[in-house]
């Protein structure tokens, strides 16, 4: 048997089309180096997605594979239930709440984007529960937006497809447009005039609920799957007047922005976003390990610790919460960022990554918009620039791009709640390789539009 029939035979694979699959296999990935995947056939490709949005320093990192090995001679595992501790776990933690905006105070660890942001719920449901005020709880989340995919997560998240057979969304959870220029702002809106329409959307909708009733926002700073939305820089400012006005927690999700995606640390630096809880996880390991963290704020971790009166043991956590080996690899993954200086090279690779994408798409007739920011980009294809038109969706014309692309060696990813294609590679990507990228991507547009007669 190959390994594409054992594959096809026995595992369960997520997000993907359970019949083609069937049909098709999968693709197995052997190897990689830097920006560069090989597959079982010895077949290459340039991954511009660096796996899934997480693989920053790159494939094949010989430090990381020396601190794995390392931690798990000296001490591979043990928890940290019941005042039980490991050593680069408490030096994470130091370590995160130093890197972070404004004040946090504490660190909580899972090992999924999924779980800490079910977590996050949890501790605003519990924060509201200490004090006394058990019925604020609901969740406003945004349109387009992606959080994870456990019940609550995948709750809050923005993209219908994410609840279909699923019985999702949650009833908690809400929704508000995303600030999506191409297709939410009006003819003749100034930016000004549509960051105070979405804010008094979301005002709208916490009086409507009752502001009693509302416990807390989630949003990414660049909503990524959803199609690498990227804010004007008035658009959280002014979203938290209207949390502050009603005592909303804010909850920012930065399991893609996190640790230098954008050129910053985190994308709440870059867009003026003043979270009183933070997600990460991808990034903060560049996904050698699964790691994810909740970041909690002084004023919200005082509230939560005197839950200790009320309600004794804290009660959450996993088995591999704070899993030694998972922080050994971030604390190494953290320093291999700051000794070669990443996120500034993220940056600037970002710059020529927009310079190519523009150069490439942006008079396309197919594309609508070629948008990013930071080593983060998108295409988004439209059937007809003016008047704005937008595919039929049963033609999946980004899924179709990304196929092509990929024949011809380039691994992108299709989101089709806009469909876009997207880029996230390496840090470590070199800008030849961002030019094969772009161009290969753009010989696949032309190829798919040919043979669809586009
Ligand atoms: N939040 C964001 C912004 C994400 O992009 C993702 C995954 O892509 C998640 C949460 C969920 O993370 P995980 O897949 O590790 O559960």
Same mark, same amino acid.
């Given at each position: 048997?190959?390994?594409?029939? $054992?594959?096809?035979?026995?595992? @369960?694979h997520?997000?993907?089309q359970?019949?083609?699959?069937?049909?098709?296999?999968p693709?197995?990935?052997?190897?990689? #180096?830097?920006?560069?995947?090989?597959?079982?056939?010895?077949r290459?490709?340039?991954?511009?997605?660096a796996?899934?949005w997480?693989?920053?320093?790159?494939?094949?990192?010989?430090?990381?594979?020396?601190?794995?090995?390392?931690?798990? =001679?000296?001490?591979?595992?043990?928890?940290?239930?019941?005042?039980?501790?490991?050593?680069?776990?408490?030096?994470l933690?130091q370590?995160?709440?130093?890197?972070?905006?404004?004040?946090?105070?504490?660190v909580?660890?899972?090992?999924?984007?999924?779980?800490?942001?079910?977590?996050q719920?949890?501790?605003?449901?519990?924060?509201?529960?200490?004090?006394?005020?058990?019925?604020k709880k609901?969740?406003?989340?945004r349109?387009?937006?992606? #959080?994870?995919v456990?019940?609550?997560?995948?709750?809050?998240?923005?993209?219908p497809?994410? #609840?279909?057979?699923?019985?999702?969304?949650?009833?908690?959870?809400?929704?508000?447009?995303?600030? #999506?220029?191409?297709w939410?702002?009006?003819?003749?809106?100034?930016?000004?005039?549509?960051v105070?329409?979405?804010?008094?959307?979301?005002?709208?909708?916490i009086?409507?609920?009752g502001?009693?009733t509302?416990?807390?926002?989630?949003?990414?700073? $660049?909503?990524?799957?959803?199609?690498?939305?990227?804010?004007?820089?008035?658009?959280?400012p002014?979203?938290?007047?209207?949390?502050?006005?009603?005592?909303?927690?804010l909850?920012?999700? =930065?399991?893609?922005?996190?640790?230098?995606?954008t050129?910053?640390?985190?994308?709440?630096?870059?867009?003026?976003?003043?979270?009183d809880?933070i997600?990460?996880?991808?990034?903060?390991t560049?996904?050698?390990?699964?790691?994810?963290?909740?970041?909690?704020?002084?004023?919200?971790?005082?509230?939560?610790?005197?839950?200790?009166?009320?309600?004794g043991? @804290?009660?959450?956590?996993?088995?591999?919460?704070?899993?030694?080996?998972?922080a050994?690899?971030?604390?190494?993954?953290?320093?291999?960022?700051?000794?070669?200086?990443l996120?500034?090279?993220?940056?600037?690779?970002g710059?020529h990554?927009?310079?190519?994408?523009?150069?490439?798409?942006?008079?396309?007739?197919?594309?609508?918009?070629?948008?990013?920011?930071?080593?983060l980009?998108?295409?988004?294809?439209?059937?007809?620039?003016d008047p704005l038109?937008?595919?039929?969706?049963?033609?999946?014309?980004?899924?179709?791009?990304v196929?092509?692309?990929?024949?011809?060696?380039?691994i992108s990813?299709?989101?089709?709640?806009?469909d876009?294609?997207?880029?996230?590679?390496?840090?470590?990507v070199?800008e030849? =390789?961002?030019?094969?990228?772009?161009?290969?991507?753009?010989?696949?547009?032309?190829?798919?539009?040919?043979?669809?007669r586009?």
């Amino acid at each position: 048997m190959t390994i594409e029939d $054992i594959d096809k035979e026995f595992f @369960f694979h997520p997000f993907t089309q359970l019949r083609e699959h069937q049909q098709h296999g999968p693709l197995t990935m052997v190897e990689g #180096h830097g920006s560069t995947l090989t597959d079982t056939r010895g077949r290459t490709y340039l991954d511009a997605m660096a796996g899934l949005w997480c693989v920053n320093i790159g494939y094949g990192n010989t430090e990381m594979a020396e601190t794995l090995r390392a931690q798990t =001679e000296r001490l591979p595992y043990y928890h940290t239930f019941a005042s039980m501790g490991n050593e680069p776990v408490a030096r994470l933690a130091q370590r995160l709440i130093a890197m972070a905006p404004g004040e946090m105070s504490k660190v909580f660890f899972g090992n999924s984007g999924s779980d800490a942001n079910d977590t996050q719920v949890k501790l605003v449901w519990y924060y509201n529960n200490v004090l006394g005020r058990p019925e604020k709880k609901k969740i406003i989340s945004r349109r387009r937006g992606y #959080h994870g995919v456990t019940v609550m997560s995948g709750s809050l998240c923005g993209l219908p497809g994410m #609840h279909a057979g699923f019985d999702l969304p949650l009833p908690m959870v809400h929704f508000v447009r995303a600030p #999506h220029r191409l297709w939410e702002q009006q003819e003749g809106q100034s930016e000004e005039e549509f960051v105070r329409d979405l804010a008094d959307e979301l005002e709208r909708l916490i009086l409507a609920e009752g502001p009693e009733t509302v416990a807390a926002f989630i949003a990414e700073p $660049i909503q990524a799957a959803g199609g690498v939305i990227v804010p004007p820089a008035s658009y959280f400012p002014a979203i938290q007047e209207v949390l502050r006005r009603y005592d909303v927690l804010l909850i920012a999700d =930065e399991v893609v922005c996190g640790f230098g995606r954008t050129g910053d640390t985190f994308g709440s630096e870059v867009f003026g976003v003043r979270p009183d809880l933070i997600t990460v996880a991808k990034g903060i390991t560049s996904a050698y390990v699964p790691l994810s963290a909740c970041i909690v704020s002084a004023p919200v971790w005082d509230v939560i610790a005197s839950g200790a009166d009320k309600y004794g043991v @804290f009660s959450h956590g996993y088995t591999y919460s704070a899993h030694p080996l998972a922080a050994a690899a971030a604390m190494t993954n953290l320093d291999i960022i700051e000794r070669d200086g990443l996120m500034r090279q993220a940056k600037a690779r970002g710059d020529h990554l927009a310079e190519r994408l523009r150069a490439e798409f942006a008079d396309h007739p197919l594309v609508g918009e070629v948008r990013g920011y930071g080593l983060l980009g998108a295409v988004e294809f439209v059937k007809s620039k003016d008047p704005l038109t937008a595919f039929d969706p049963a033609l999946k014309m980004s899924a179709a791009v990304v196929q092509r692309a990929r024949e011809l060696g380039v691994i992108s990813r299709a989101l089709p709640a806009s469909d876009s294609i997207a880029f996230s590679p390496p840090f470590v990507v070199t800008e030849d =390789e961002i030019d094969e990228m772009a161009a290969l991507a753009r010989q696949a547009l032309d190829d798919v539009a040919r043979d669809l007669r586009l």
